[in-house]
C-alpha cells in the first residue's frame, strides 16, 4: 500500500505564509513527478505547482512568484512554501506523486487526502 499524508493548512490572514507538506509512504520504488492541486468551492481542480525527479519545476500563473514547490527526495516528500497568500488562495489542497511500487509495477498517481487552506482578508 501507498500512502501520501498532507499537513501545513490553515487559517492566514492576506500576506501571510503557509508551508503544506506531502509524505508518501509505503511500498515506493521510484517518486517520479509530485505536484499539487487545489479545488475551491463551486470551482474545478486547479493545478497549482509540479515538480518532476530532477527538480524542474512548473507554475499555475496565479501563484508564480509566490508559491515554492520543493521535495526531499529521501524523505519522498514534497512541499509547497505559499507566500503573500490571498483570498482567492482559499481551496482544498491535494498533493500528488505519480511512483512506481516496483521495477516491474506501471506507474499510477497517488493522493493524498486534501488540507484546507483558508486565507482571510
Known amino acids: 500500500q501507498v500512502q501520501l499524508v498532507e499537513s501545513g493548512g490553515g487559517l492566514v490572514q492576506t500576506g501571510g505564509s503557509l508551508r503544506l507538506s506531502c509524505a508518501a509512504s509505503g511500498s515506493i520504488f521510484m517518486i517520479n513527478s509530485m505536484g499539487w492541486y487545489r479545488q475551491a468551492p463551486g470551482k474545478q481542480r486547479e493545478l497549482v505547482a509540479t515538480i518532476t525527479s530532477g527538480g524542474s519545476t512548473n507554475y499555475a500563473d496565479s501563484v508564480k512568484g509566490r508559491f515554492t514547490i520543493s521535495r526531499d527526495n529521501a524523505r519522498n516528500t514534497e512541499y509547497l512554501q505559499m507566500n503573500s497568500l490571498e483570498p482567492e488562495d482559499t481551496a482544498v489542497y491535494y498533493c500528488?506523486?505519480?511512483?512506481?511500487?516496483?521495477?516491474?509495477?506501471?506507474?499510477?498517481?497517488?493522493w493524498g487526502q486534501g488540507t484546507q487552506v483558508t486565507v482571510s482578508s
Open positions: 500528488y506523486a505519480v511512483l512506481q511500487r516496483t521495477p516491474t509495477y506501471t506507474k499510477n498517481m497517488y
